[in-house]
T-cell receptor, first 111, second 116 residues
Framework: QKEVEQDPGPLSVPEGAIVSLNCTYSNSAFQYFMWYRQYSRKGPELLMYTYSSGNKEDGRFTAQVDKSSKYISLFIRDSQPSDSATYLCAPKRTGGFKTIFGAGTRLFVKA | NAGVTQTPKFRVLKTGQSMTLLCAQDMNHEYMYWYRQDPGMGLRLIHYSVGEGTTAKGEVPDGYNVSRLKKQNFLLGLESAAPSQTSVYFC???????????????FGAGSRLTVL
């Protein structure tokens, strides 16, 4: 079983839609949950991260972690064409050196 | 401030040839990583280093070697390239201060390698 599972998509939505991106993980030692955004032919960049369970909001983006079900979500409100990218979830345990990545979900927002 | 710089950006090799990818960072980061990215597989860790002179294996180390002789540089070598090593390679770095638990990664722009 992979440590992190993420549906690679692609996911296509109209502009203004609410987008839900999700991952599941198997290692209960993960405490940090990062979301990276990667535009085509670029390197990934950190979008936001949460520590342990709960929600974190940053503008139109909300990250949510449910440790009881080992489920990670990223919500995008009022999606824009500029949000078209691949979104990678990346959990990590405290004190570890390695960040594990999901397969990445490719998102297309149509104008 | 350049961040993480990877060279070359593109390379085409024939099976059996060797090459080295260079990663340089100017942020004085302790940790450096090499990942490969293939369609539908996400980023997979090849090797990593937690300081000058140290290296360790990641998830998919076979067929690759690395060296970290200077803190700012992390080299990835392919001794005898195979078509299965056709991929996009990303270098990343982070420090262990500030957001010490998260260790947010700064990535380079990637090196696209094709092995014929």
């Amino acid at each position: 079983q992979k440590e992190v599972e993420q549906d690679p998509g692609p996911l296509s939505v109209p502009e203004g839609a609410i987008v839900s991106l999700n991952c599941t993980y198997s290692n209960s030692a993960f405490q940090y949950f990062m979301w990276y955004r990667q535009y085509s032919r670029k390197g990934p960049e950190l979008l936001m991260y949460t520590y342990s369970s709960g929600n974190k909001e940053d503008g139109r983006f909300t990250a949510q972690v449910d440790k009881s079900s080992k489920y990670i979500s990223l919500f995008i409100r009022d999606s824009q064409p500029s949000d078209s990218a691949t979104y990678l979830c990346a959990p990590k345990r405290t004190g570890g050196f390695k960040t594990i990545f999901g397969a990445g979900t490719r998102l297309f927002v149509k104008a | 401030n350049a961040g993480v710089t990877q060279t070359p950006k593109f390379r085409v090799l024939k099976t059996g040839q060797s090459m080295t990818l260079l990663c340089a960072q100017d942020m004085n980061h302790e940790y450096m990583y090499w990942y490969r990215q293939d369609p539908g597989m996400g980023l997979r860790l090849i090797h990593y280093s937690v300081g000058e002179g140290t290296t360790a294996k990641g998830e998919v180390p076979d067929g690759y070697n690395v060296s970290r002789l200077k803190k700012q540089n992390f080299l990835l070598g392919l001794e005898s390239a195979a078509p299965s090593q056709t991929s996009v390679y990303f270098c990343a770095s982070t420090d262990n201060t500030g957001n010490s638990g998260a260790n947010v990664l700064t990535f380079g722009a990637g090196s696209r390698l094709t092995v014929l």
